[in-house]
């Protein structure tokens, strides 16, 4: 099929799928509301592979016709490179939101590669050329797939079948000569509103007698028995003048419920191999902390712009206090950014694929959540209190109340209206509902802060500096 346009990506999510959004359910997530505005956000991966100024970045022109960079298989350091570089590209078209509809998916197909054929050499399964044929057919007809991964889980202390009832993890409820039949829920289900295919990857170390619940597979967005309950943030009216990100750019979660739904043979990637759960549980997550790394860039430079061009507008630039906070946020920009090339250049090849090195990137995210708070409210103090207590969109629309707001909010560098427009976009990324789903996101998405620290422990070779340690001390 080759690329899709961003009309027929629109076109293509008209596939009757069930999806609910504050109780009602969504006939055509392209015309709704607030679910069409993540789709029209989704097609910027769409956009970027018909553009001209993008193409060489967004699109590899392979020996049977042109397919999107995100489902290149990343074979060495340079490779992951450019795919950390068209991540933050395309998020820094999508006003510091990633995509994610091809981004996520792309991320579980290469750890399912990996992990696919250790299976198949200790366990005499065939479940690598599943996953080569899905990937094939993922990227030779560009669709867009999400991966649920996190479980319900109900009770954390305990495991999948020491629950109340069994359906808090994902699990297979029965076999036939056709496939498997799901049951259970996945939350925090990026992007699954709007993309094709979702593919089901375990969420943690499974054990002997959890074998119903080490399955991967995939499973199309309008597939029986498969319901979404979706949620957003910025679900009020808003305009482009208070609410310049948010209004025209969105990605929506989902509550991923399987009622029983069947997954043909061919789409099975993991079925009951219990010491296979967590290895492709973990591979997902460093694919995936680089691509998330990738796509905060975007948002930590914003910081960086915003503050200072704020600074600029309220003439306190010269402020040794400023200048300082604005030193940090470069420091923290800079390390994020470089931490995660670093994570490229040190990538490990595992059967011919290079994979992020893990204690890097772990470092990378940790660095990025255990600061983001702080680098908020740096961003805010630099900012002033009109985030919070400024004019609206329609006091400037009234000519008597606008010559008065011209009169008090302008400065010596900046109008009035152009001062509001900074502090406003600050506000998205500092104080209203947008700003609240980027701080959640900053602490739990793709994996916890103690997840992250416990990946940098057990990666870190710290034989050598003990060594080191011991000689000087004449041990």
């Not at 002033?384 to 400024?390: E, H, P």
């Given at each position: 099929m080759g690329l899709m346009t961003?009309?027929?990506?629109?076109?293509?999510l008209r596939d009757g799928r069930t999806v609910y959004y504050r109780g009602e359910k969504v006939n055509d997530v392209t015309e709704h509301p607030v679910i069409g505005v993540a789709v029209e956000h989704a097609a910027i991966d769409y956009r970027m592979g018909h553009d001209s100024a993008e193409r060489k970045l967004a699109v590899i022109d392979g020996p049977t016709g042109p397919y999107s960079r995100y489902y290149e298989i990343p074979r060495t350091p340079d490779d992951l490179l450019r795919r950390s570089s068209l991540i933050e590209r395309?998020?820094?078209?999508?006003g510091t939101l990633v995509t994610l509809v091809k981004e996520i998916g792309t991320d579980a197909l290469f750890s399912l590669r990996l992990v696919a054929a250790h299976t198949d050499k200790t366990h005499a399964t065939q479940y690598l050329p599943r996953v080569e044929k899905f990937h094939a057919y993922c990227r030779d007809n560009d669709l867009a797939v999400a991966v649920a991964q996190t479980d319900a889980k109900g009770d954390r202390s305990k495991g999948p079948t020491d629950q109340i009832h069994p359906d808090y993890y994902v699990h297979v409820v029965a076999e036939d000569d056709d496939g498997?039949?799901?049951?259970?829920?996945?939350?925090?289900?990026?992007?699954?509103?709007?993309?094709?295919?979702?593919?089901?990857?375990?969420?943690?170390?499974?054990?002997?007698?959890?074998?119903?619940?080490?399955?991967?597979?995939?499973?199309?967005a309008n597939a029986p028995g498969l319901t979404m309950l979706a949620s957003g943030y910025g679900g009020r009216k808003g305009n482009t003048f208070e609410n310049p990100i948010s209004t025209q750019h969105k990605m929506m979660e989902t509550l991923t419920v399987f009622e029983d739904v069947k997954v043909p043979w061919d789409r099975v990637f993991l079925n009951g191999e219990v010491d296979m759960a967590g290895p492709l549980a973990k591979t997902f997550v460093e694919f995936h902390r680089f691509t998330a790394v990738s796509y905060k860039?975007?948002?930590?430079?914003?910081?960086?712009g915003a503050s200072h061009l704020m600074a600029e507008y309220n003439g306190i630039l010269r402020a040794g206090h400023v200048r300082d906070k604005l030193a940090k946020l470069i420091s923290y920009a800079q390390i994020c950014r470089g931490m995660t090339r670093e994570a490229a250049r040190e990538a490990k090849v595992i059967d011919e694929i290079a994979v992020p090195n893990a204690e890097l990137i772990n470092i990378a995210k940790l660095h990025f959540a255990t600061n983001y708070h702080q680098a908020l409210a740096w961003v805010q103090d630099i900012a002033?209190?009109?985030?919070?207590?400024?004019p609206s969109d329609e006091d400037l629309?009234?000519?008597?109340?606008?010559?008065?707001?011209?009169?008090?909010?302008?400065?010596?560098?900046?109008?009035?209206?152009?001062?509001?427009?900074?502090?406003?976009l600050i506000a998205e990324i500092t104080t209203n509902d947008f700003a609240g789903y980027q701080a959640v996101l900053a602490i739990h998405a793709e994996g916890s802060i103690e997840a992250e620290k416990m990946t940098i422990w057990r990666n870190h070779d710290v034989k050598p500096s003990m060594e080191y340690a011991k000689r000087l001390a004449g041990i």
């Open positions: 961003p009309e027929q990506y629109k076109d293509s395309a998020t820094t078209l999508g498997i039949t799901l049951r259970g829920a996945k939350v925090h289900t990026s992007v699954s509103t709007n993309t094709h295919e979702i593919i089901v990857l375990p969420t943690r170390n499974l054990r002997t007698g959890e074998e119903a619940y080490a399955v991967a597979c995939a499973v199309p860039l975007p948002l930590v430079d914003l910081f960086v002033g209190g009109l985030l919070v207590t400024g629309q009234e000519p008597k109340i606008k010559k008065l707001v011209d009169a008090y909010f302008s400065t010596n560098e900046a109008s009035a209206t152009d001062r509001l427009r900074l502090m406003n």
